[in-house]
């Protein structure tokens, strides 16, 4: 089966720019999930999606990001504006949650340096 | 905020070795799972163990777990070269489907 795909793989732009990344999860995956992880550290959850409604968007910084996953399949995450400590690698991940126990599967993310 | 801690932050060693990283964390779980990243790449799942397992075995991996002193350990055994990655342990706490990540274990295994 195909991995969970995003785009771009990188990404550079100016403060106060804007930027949309893409994902599209694994195919029968209900469950989408974006995080944002800076180096050196681990993954910290932006915003869960079930289907195509928000489960948990606590930790998303709603003044500048959001996000949407449209007819319940691929999802898009936009900054606006960006700001220096954005910069980041923002990986997309997918799951059937009722199985499994929740194992995520990952895509390769997106590096967004901002300049 | 992250719940697990991985102890060290980095290891090196030579191949052929094992390696231990730990995992310490704060709060009752469902489950724990561990997950190893590539350089530049996502993360790719490797083992759970649930809270009411010991310990479980996967290949050259060996993962415990420790409620009551709330911790974890995965052993990897004979490394490899191709084992060089970082290592991240993920909670899972009560009935949420949500993980969260520990800062990881940086391991170099040197040929």
């Known amino acids: 089966e195909a991995g969970v795909a995003q785009s771009p793989r990188y990404k550079i732009i100016e403060k106060r720019q804007s930027v949309a990344f893409w994902c599209n999860p694994i195919s029968g995956h209900a469950t989408l999930y974006w995080y944002q992880q800076i180096l050196g550290q681990g993954p910290k959850l932006l915003i869960q999606f079930q289907n195509n409604g928000v489960v948990d968007d606590s930790q998303l910084p709603k003044d500048r990001f959001s996000a949407e996953r449209l007819k319940g399949v691929d999802s898009t995450l936009k900054i606006q504006p960006a700001k220096l400590e954005d910069s980041a690698v923002y990986l997309c991940?997918?799951?059937?949650?009722?199985?499994?126990?929740?194992?995520?599967?990952f895509g390769a993310g997106t590096r967004l340096s901002v300049l | 905020s992250q719940q697990g801690e991985e102890d060290p932050q980095a290891l090196s060693i030579q191949e052929g070795e094992n390696a231990t990283m730990n995992c310490s964390y704060k709060?009752?779980?469902?489950?724990l799972q561990w997950y190893r990243q590539n350089s530049g790449r996502g993360l790719v799942h490797l083992i759970l163990i649930r809270s009411n397992e010991r310990e479980k075995h996967s290949g050259r991996l060996r993962v415990t777990l420790d409620t009551s002193k709330k911790s974890s350990s995965l052993l990897i055994t004979a490394s490899r070269a191709a084992d060089t990655a970082s290592y991240f342990c993920?909670?899972?706490?009560?009935?949420?489907?949500?993980?969260?990540f520990g800062k990881g274990t940086k391991l170099t295994v040197n040929p």
């Open positions: 709060t009752s779980i469902n489950n």
């Open positions: 991940a997918s799951s059937r949650p009722l199985r499994e126990g929740n194992i995520q599967y």
């Open positions: 993920a909670t899972r706490q009560g009935g949420s489907e949500k993980l969260v």
